[in-house]
């Protein structure tokens, strides 16, 4: 367990080190000044509210989980993974005592909390923004509800980044990773639009899972049976992933 | 005497027929082993296989008594490499790079790693990045990295690289020193014929994937004039004639 | 150990996808509310369009400002097949002002009554057909295209529907839809409609600014053999004024479907009541010309051209209807010009023609085609009941600032 620890607490360091996680999260919380530019355009313009204080957060919860965010966790994946297996800096660490799997695991573990990082400056500043600039009309069962919306949406993307993470270990560069994860992308996202029905098996669909947890009586089939899809999902492309990590030569 | 490396039917051949075949090879504690070969004899593909870089095709590697393939964490706790070129995080300092190594060992807090840094004269680069660094200062880097836990065994594959002469004496007085105080045990790869002669106290002779023959530096330097003759009488005596002689 | 390590692969790989499969069939093979209201819908559609022989269909929609009725309509269809009738009551009431709009249909008649006055318009048609009874929507051609629309549009909401089975075998659906899980986009689209209609300044309701949708609720009843029987749905809005007064604005929508093989439609008595009648072929066709005589004899108009910067009359054109009776008509064309305007003279100015009065649907039952003699020159004639005029065209380059009114030259 320590030496997870150890191979957590440097990948983490890592990533923050990297200009590239922190760009990634200054952009991100651009976002929520452009939101609250155009919704406060929109309603001087138009005479539309837009949104009230709460709506906010999850306005820009809504674009960011189809946009920017699974866009930043492929491209921190891909660094991880491609970026290192390209600069041969994975060595540094494989030839420490550490179990492959510990790095594997390590290396997913700090790109969840790259995610789960994202997210709750997203959530923090949206509402916080929210509270600025729009209408009150918060109650503390909606803040709360907003919460559990932002950190259930952890899981998908999670999962997101797992299937990239086998990609990274199939493909030799990360350039193709990149772009065979925007087209995977773009062609489920377009096929849980035409086929309704199997949208509910798309990751891409799943991204807005946290919808489920706003309904005011929770549909808790459906949320189950989503978690267990995704459940089923990470642990087979972490296993894939695993499998050809640790086959790997360097 | 201790057996700390013990390699058996080591096979690790590339699908276009390079590689190791079948190599066996004790290494004892306090050994300064020098693996020498050609380029392309297949030295890298071994020391890959023995710090657990590449899956062996068969045989196994125990440092310890600890299988590498299957108790990788415990085979690797005493050792510190370096494998062909040293690598770094080039936005890390140096320093940082080796803070992350560190965390990896419960004993080696930040004095050692200043300690590391003093020993292979990198003291004074501490906070920059290795990006800007020559290859000699990278490999002094590497080498202060592979010390930095204190471990019982040294694998080194070419060492020497880049290296220039003071470079390269400093870090032959460094591997003597830690051979005679910490009772390190060293296992260098090279192809410069004269270095290993001077640096290592058994050699092991590499050609075309297969381990030739072993014997003490001592032994050889009786019953031959130079390494050199050795190195091309071994060579001969298994049927080839190196395409030039080193 | 390394055979452990496959081992665990193996299993974990194995359980990941019997975990998915598993799932992923209950998935599928489980309907969403939002399906399950969508499959009812579709049923009930089909058994009214084709298996129900009597319903009543009542939908109703009412606006409320701040809890005072703003517009308020009512419309109760009822449906017979063996009868092949359907009678329809609409009312409304907008801002106090109430309406009523009555209409029955059968194979042989049309009633309707306006609600400004207390006339019946009474349409007898002298071949009855059967008409369309009710059209299934979703059989028409675009419906799985707009079907495909509204699932996107539903997206992740499809599962806030919730379903409550009763003992009885019904299901209650309902759902409710608070501003923080209504999409953004939604709302600020459905704000921006609700803003432009109550944009004009002299409604009692004028609403400018901050405007949202506050809640959006729905249920729905389906009794046990899938057919909706009721369906109710509510959204509120919230806006301000010019002069910063909230106004919460209610819009609700209640369908209902009752009566299923028990509805009668009745024929109303119109004895005692203001009648005006017309006889028509069939339906969709218009009236036929009840007396067809009556159009034989001279319609003319004049033939207009310029002059030192006036209007000057150049001519007439006459057209001689010499016979006339329900089925054909004939008669002749020319065009009489007055002295120095001979030369503006196009052809054909001087012909006779014999024309049979259209008979198929979607035709002008009061006009008739022709071919001018010894041309393909097509023309076509109409004839005006109501104004006692005629309307006669001839296609073609001579058409050009052609006069086609011609009026009845009276002796």
């Known amino acids: 367990m320590a030496v997870f620890q150890a191979a957590l607490v440097n990948e983490i360091e890592k990533l923050y080190k990297k200009k590239k996680a922190l760009v990634a999260v200054i952009l991100t919380l651009a976002i929520i000044v452009i939101g609250q530019l155009v919704i406060v355009g929109v309603r001087s313009g138009f005479g539309v509210r837009g949104v009230g204080s709460v709506e906010f957060s999850m306005l820009v919860l809504s674009v960011v989980i189809n946009t920017i965010l699974p866009l930043f966790t492929a491209l921190i994946v891909i660094d991880s993974f491609s970026g290192e297996f390209a600069a041969n800096s994975m060595r540094i660490t494989l030839t420490r005592p550490v179990s492959r799997f510990k790095l594997f695991s390590a290396k997913l573990t700090a790109v969840a909390v790259f995610i789960l990082t994202a997210l709750m400056l997203l959530l923090i500043f949206s509402l916080l923004a929210g509270f600025l600039f729009n209408a009150n009309s918060a109650s503390l069962g909606d803040v709360a509800r907003i919460v559990v919306a932002y950190l259930m949406s952890l899981l998908p993307l999670f999962v997101l980044a797992l299937g990239i993470a086998l990609a990274a270990n199939i493909l030799r560069s990360g350039i193709s990773v990149f772009f065979l994860a925007v087209l995977g992308f773009i062609v489920f996202q377009g096929l849980g639009m035409f086929f309704t029905r199997y949208s509910g098996l798309l990751i891409t669909t799943e991204l807005s899972w946290y919808n489920l947890w706003l309904a005011s009586t929770l549909p808790l089939g459906k949320i189950i049976r989503e978690f267990l899809i995704m459940v089923g999902y990470a642990i087979i492309l972490f296993t894939a992933g695993f499998y050809l990590f640790d086959k790997k030569e360097f | 005497m201790e057996k700390v490396i013990e390699i058996t039917n080591l096979t690790k051949v590339y699908p276009n027929g390079r590689g190791i075949r079948d190599i066996n090879l004790d290494i004892y504690r306090g050994d300064i082993f020098g693996f020498l070969g050609p380029n392309g004899a297949g030295k890298t593909t071994a020391m890959k296989v023995m710090t657990g870089l590449i899956r062996p095709g068969s045989g196994d590697v125990k440092i310890f008594g600890y299988s590498i393939t299957a108790e990788y964490e415990q085979a690797m706790a005493e050792v510190g490499t370096i494998i062909e070129i040293a690598e770094y995080y080039p936005y890390l300092s140096a320093f940082d790079n080796l803070k992350q190594l560190a965390r990896y060992y419960a004993k080696v807090d930040y004095k050692r790693i200043d300690e590391v840094l003093e020993l292979t004269g990198m003291l004074k680069y501490k906070q920059e990045k290795p990006r800007k660094f020559s290859l000699g200062m990278k490999q002094r880097l590497g080498l202060a990295a592979a010390i930095l836990s204190r471990p019982k065994v040294i694998i080194l594959d070419e060492p020497l690289n880049g290296l220039d002469v003071e470079g390269m004496i400093d870090m032959r007085n460094l591997i003597k020193q830690l051979a005679e105080q910490d009772k390190t045990t060293f296992f260098i790869s090279s192809h410069l014929i004269h270095d290993v002669e001077l640096t290592c106290n058994r050699i092991g002779v590499v050609y075309d994937g297969r381990l030739l023959n072993v014997d003490s530096t001592q032994n050889i330097l009786c019953n031959y004039a130079t390494l050199e003759n050795y190195f091309v009488s071994e060579v001969e005596r298994n049927g080839r004639v190196p395409s030039c002689s080193r | 150990m390394k055979i452990?390590?496959?081992?665990?692969?193996?299993?974990?790989?194995?359980?990941?996808?019997?975990?998915?499969?598993?799932?992923?069939?209950?998935?599928?093979?489980?309907?969403s509310g939002y399906g399950q209201l969508k499959d009812?819908?579709?049923?009930?559609?089909?058994?009214?369009?084709?298996?129900?022989?009597?319903?009543?269909?009542?939908?109703?929609?009412?606006?409320?400002?701040?809890?005072?009725t703003v517009t308020s309509s009512d419309s109760v269809q009822?449906?017979?097949?063996?009868?092949?009738?359907?009678?329809?009551?609409n009312t409304s009431e907008n801002n106090g002002q109430k309406s009523r709009f009555y209409s029955y249909m059968d194979a042989s008649t049309t009633i309707s009554q306006n609600p400004s006055d207390d006339i019946y318009y009474v349409n007898q048609y002298s071949e009855p057909t059967k008409r369309a009874f009710f059209t299934d929507p979703f059989k028409s051609s675009n419906s799985e295209d707009i079907e495909k629309i509204a699932d996107a549009v539903?997206?992740?909401?499809?599962?806030?529907?919730?379903?409550?089975?009763?003992?009885?075998?019904?299901?209650?659906?309902?759902?409710?839809?608070?501003?923080?899980?209504?999409?953004?986009?939604?709302?600020?689209?459905?704000?921006?409609?609700?803003?432009?209609?109550?944009?004009?300044?002299?409604?009692?309701?004028?609403?400018?600014?901050?405007?949202?949708?506050?809640?959006?609720?729905?249920?729905?009843l389906i009794n046990k053999d899938g057919v909706l029987e009721s369906i109710l749905g509510t959204g509120i809005l919230s806006g301000k004024d010019a002069q910063g007064q909230v106004h919460e604005l209610t819009f609700e929508l209640l369908g209902k479907l009752t009566g299923i093989n028990s509805t009668a439609v009745t024929k109303p008595d119109l004895t005692g009541k203001k009648v005006v009648q017309q006889v028509i072929s069939k339906p969709n066709s218009g009236p036929g010309i009840s007396d067809p005589q009556k159009f034989v004899g001279t319609f003319k108009n004049d033939i207009v051209s310029q002059k030192d910067g006036e209007f000057v009359k150049a001519g007439e054109r006459i057209i001689d209807i010499t016979h006339m009776d329900g089925k054909t008509v004939a008669g002749s064309y020319h065009e009489e010009y007055a002295a120095g305007f001979a030369a503006n003279q196009k052809p054909p100015q001087d012909f006779k023609f014999t024309a049979t009065l259209n008979k198929g649907p979607?035709?002008?039952?009061?006009?008739?085609?022709f071919t001018v003699p010894g041309t393909n020159t097509k023309g076509n004639i109409h004839f005006d009941e109501a104004l006692g005029q005629v309307y006669f065209n001839i296609n073609g380059p001579s058409s050009q600032a052609f006069n086609s009114v011609f009026n009845k030259v009276f002796k």
């Open chain 3, 4 to 31: 452990q390590k496959k081992t665990a692969m193996l299993l974990s790989f194995a359980l990941g996808t019997l975990l998915l499969a598993g799932t992923a069939i209950a998935d599928i093979s489980s309907q």
């Open chain 3, 40 to 68: 009812s819908l579709k049923l009930t559609a089909a058994k009214c369009s084709d298996s129900y022989n009597s319903f009543t269909m009542d939908f109703s929609t009412a606006v409320t400002d701040n809890g005072k």
């Open chain 3, 78 to 89: 009822k449906y017979d097949r063996a009868k092949n009738a359907v009678e329809s009551v």
């Open chain 3, 154 to 220: 539903v997206g992740g909401l499809k599962d806030y529907v919730v379903v409550k089975d009763n003992a009885d075998g019904s299901k209650e659906l309902s759902g409710t839809l608070t501003e923080v899980q209504i999409p953004p986009l939604v709302n600020a689209v459905a704000s921006l409609q609700v803003k432009q209609l109550f944009s004009n300044p002299n409604q009692t309701t004028h609403i400018t600014k901050d405007i949202y949708v506050k809640e959006i609720k729905g249920t729905a």
């Open chain 3, 362 to 369: 979607n035709q002008d039952p009061q006009g008739a085609e």
